[in-house]
């Protein structure tokens, strides 16, 4: 008798599986990794096999059967890495294995043929695109989105009117299986022939060709500062590595930066590329992960999720901008896409290659580390000035205002940071003195004037902007503070015209497509101002820009936060990054923590020292990477049921040699009261298992009690 081992996808923590079932004579093709309707808990349910076995526990013929076997079996390394999740971030086994399935699969409604086309613009309809071709506006409208998205589901932009520009050659649309199309060769971006590469980077290629060639290689880091040609390395490590008949994953830190990376390797190796992000529609995300599965791509680029593409025989993982906390994932499982990969690259052999011009300290201490000092283009990183803010009242400093009047006269470009978004911080009452908070949450609600309300950046509520006090009738209210919005006002009032526009990006700028907008339109610029948060210090690439400004620059400093030195040094240097490209490149750093070491050292562009600083004092705090945290946040309706749901964990928490602080009131955050617990262990398995058998043992009573309980193993 053959008898598989089901997980079912059950949502609650309290199903724990896998449970037996037999299987019928036509089953005979389940195996690990296939995902089966079952019989479960008088419902139907799915599962997915993690064990085959030819006896049970169970006598016969108590046993049932599956009802159906889905097409879409997960590969069976993918099955384990699922199993490995499940416990490493205290999750359950039907929550990690929901990560690893194909795309919908399972859904009850099969996809037909019509829905999944997809069009894709091809190389005669970027040219018409950029070569000044008669279209109508909506054509040009099409075009461009395909161009910026890639293939889209064709029913999402209208079948018909894609069809005419089918017919002219512009526009294909495949019904089965996409095919990248050819991009436009991007000058300077992606060159199609491999670059003849300078000698630091023939020494960091030979570096990870060493350590590929070795099978069982440690991680291997490659800081480079930006514009040293990181790319090229990727691309030629990736070019051995499929000429090995081996396959090769990239991360990027997020979907706002995959079609830059898409097209970088699209052009370098044709359709053996595939992308997988939640922005694409289900359809095409299925199609790219049966390209994936079945060989016929062999890389594939895309955000955290892509680490788990079904690719067979990996060789290399590449992990780019390393640094970027948007590597973990904030639903359950709580995992750290850069953790993942490297766990797949042990079990396949592969090499794990992460880059960044501010890596972290923990892959700093992880294994080798190769280093590319110089940029490709020889110009000097940009001279950094700290402008010590303390004692002044006007937001920007003079010397700041100095440097934008002078740059507005000469039509340069410059990007302004400001990590906070909205027009005010908070609202006050001058006569009572109340704050205006969030009704869910405990805190201050931020005025956005553009939108006309007022928001809570925790949880999305809204309301209308007071014009008087509730409680005390008065008119008198105040603004404190300034963000983004008010910043982007302000710079549009005293230096903004036709041909020197400010523009904003932040999160207010919804959707991918507005803030690509936001982008195309700075760099079609010939000068202007970019204004954002920390969005602007990401990963774009433009040639030039003048100056760059961080205000506030502690602000992330008075985080709470173990890592706020290691953000703050990331955030200034990478800005920098981005700002020293043109000649003659210069920042300015506003601060009223003039001597603070994150900032002092990005000012000296001394990320060696930074770092030696940055791990001693980690291991004298015994801090990660010396130790690992796992924080447990238990949100109930009332504070006192979270707090005491949470005493109980704390009680049955034994991990050896670990520390364990509160449980600790946090505040309250969709109406939910929370409190929390952090345990801080140098020994991280067994603390781990403890956390885990805790909230196991714990799980139904807090149901009972409508106490939710999360786990996050390495919290950001
Ligand atoms: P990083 O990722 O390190 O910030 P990029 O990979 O974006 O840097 O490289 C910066 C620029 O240098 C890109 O335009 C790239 O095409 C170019 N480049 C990289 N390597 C070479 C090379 N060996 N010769 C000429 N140009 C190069
Ligand atoms: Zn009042
Ligand atoms: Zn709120």
Redesign the pocket.
């Known amino acids: 008798m053959k008898i598989a081992r089901v997980q079912p996808l059950a949502r609650t923590r309290a199903v724990r599986g896998p449970f037996d079932y037999k299987l019928k004579p036509e089953h005979a093709e389940v195996e690990v990794g296939s995902v089966v309707r079952v019989p479960f808990a008088r419902r139907s349910m799915l599962g997915v096999v993690v064990e085959l076995a030819g006896e049970s526990s169970v006598t016969p013929e108590r046993l049932a059967e599956p009802e159906a076997v889905l097409e879409d079996r997960v590969p069976a390394d993918l099955v384990e890495l699922a199993m490995w999740m499940a416990s490493e971030y205290c999750s359950t086994p039907a929550r990690a294995l929901a990560l690893v399935l194909a795309p919908g699969a399972g859904a009850r409604t099969p996809t037909r043929t019509r829905q999944t086309l997809e069009a894709a613009i091809t190389a005669s309809g970027l040219r018409a695109l950029h070569g000044g071709a008669v279209l109508t506006a909506r054509q040009r409208g099409l075009l461009e989105e395909l161009e910026r998205r890639g293939p889209i589901l064709a029913a999402e932009l209208g079948t018909t009117a894609l069809r005419r520009l089918e017919a002219r050659g512009l526009v294909e649309i495949e019904g089965r299986m996409w095919r990248p199309s050819p991009r436009r060769p991007a000058v300077?971006?992606a060159?199609a022939d491999p670059?003849?590469?300078?000698g630091e980077?023939r020494g960091a290629l030979d570096a990870v060709r060493a350590a590929s060639a070795n099978g069982r290689a440690s991680p291997l880091l490659l800081h480079?500062v930006?514009?040293?040609?990181?790319?090229?390395i990727y691309l030629q490590a990736a070019q051995a590595t499929l000429a090995a008949s081996r396959s090769v994953i990239v991360l990027v830190p997020e979907i706002a930066l995959t079609p830059q990376a898409l097209a970088r390797f699209t052009a370098r190796f044709g359709d053996v590329v595939a992308v997988m992000h939640s922005g694409l529609s289900a359809a095409a995300r299925r199609i790219q992960w049966r390209r994936l599965r079945d060989g016929e791509a062999r890389i594939c680029v895309g955000p955290r999720s892509a680490v788990f593409a079904p690719l067979s025989d990996l060789g290399l993982l590449i992990v780019d901008e390393e640094h970027e906390s948007s590597y973990k994932h904030e639903g359950d499982p709580r995992y750290d896409a850069r953790a993942v990969a490297e766990r797949r690259a042990r079990a396949h052999g592969a090499l794990l290659l992460q880059g960044s011009a501010t890596p972290r300290p923990e892959s700093v201490i992880a294994g080798a580390r190769v280093r590319l000092s110089r940029r490709?283009d020889a110009r000097p990183l940009p001279g950094v000035e700290i402008l010590d803010m303390r004692g002044r009242h006007h937001p920007l400093h003079p010397e700041t205002r100095l440097a934008l009047a002078d740059l507005r006269r000469q039509r340069g470009k410059a990007v302004v940071l400001l990590n906070r978004r909205g027009w005010s911080n908070f609202l006050s009452c001058r006569a009572c003195g109340r704050v205006w908070l969030c009704p869910h949450c405990d805190v201050a609600l931020v005025l956005h004037r553009g939108g006309g309300r007022m928001a809570c950046h925790h949880c999305g509520h809204q309301e209308p902007i007071p014009s008087r006090c509730p409680a005390c009738a008065s008119t008198a209210v105040a603004r404190h503070g300034a963000g983004t919005e008010r910043l982007e006002h302000e710079l549009q009032g005293a230096l903004g015209d036709a041909s020197f526009p400010v523009l904003r990006l932040d999160a207010d700028a919804t959707g991918t497509r507005a803030r690509a907008q936001v982008l195309e339109r700075f760099a079609a610029a010939d000068g202007g101002l970019l204004v954002g948060t920390q969005m602007v210090a990401k990963g774009h690439?433009f040639p030039d820009v003048a100056l760059g400004v961080v205000l506030d620059a502690d602000a992330t400093l008075r985080f709470p936060d173990f890592r706020a030195e290691e953000r703050t040094f990331a955030l200034i240097t990478q800005l920098a990054g981005r700002a020293g490209r043109a000649v003659s490149g210069r920042v300015l750093v506003q601060t009223r923590a003039p001597e603070a070491r994150s900032i002092s050292f990005a000012a000296r562009h001394d990320a060696d020292g930074f770092l030696a600083q940055e791990l001693s004092r980690r291991e004298a705090l015994r801090y990660p990477p010396f130790a690992s945290l796992i924080r447990i946040v238990c949100a109930a309706g009332e504070a006192a049921e979270a707090q005491a749901l949470a005493g109980e964990l704390r009680q049955r928490l034994d991990p050896p040699g670990a520390s364990i602080l509160g449980p600790a009131p946090l505040f309250r955050l969709r109406g939910r009261a929370r409190s929390q617990i952090v345990v801080k262990a140098e020994q991280r398995t067994p603390a781990i298992a403890s956390v885990g058998e805790a909230v196991d043992a714990l799980a139904s009573v807090a149901s009972r009690r409508g106490v939710s309980v999360s786990v996050d193993v390495d919290p950001q």
């Open positions: 300077g971006h060159p670059l003849p590469l300078t980077q480079g930006t514009g040293s040609g990181k790319t090229e490709i690439d």
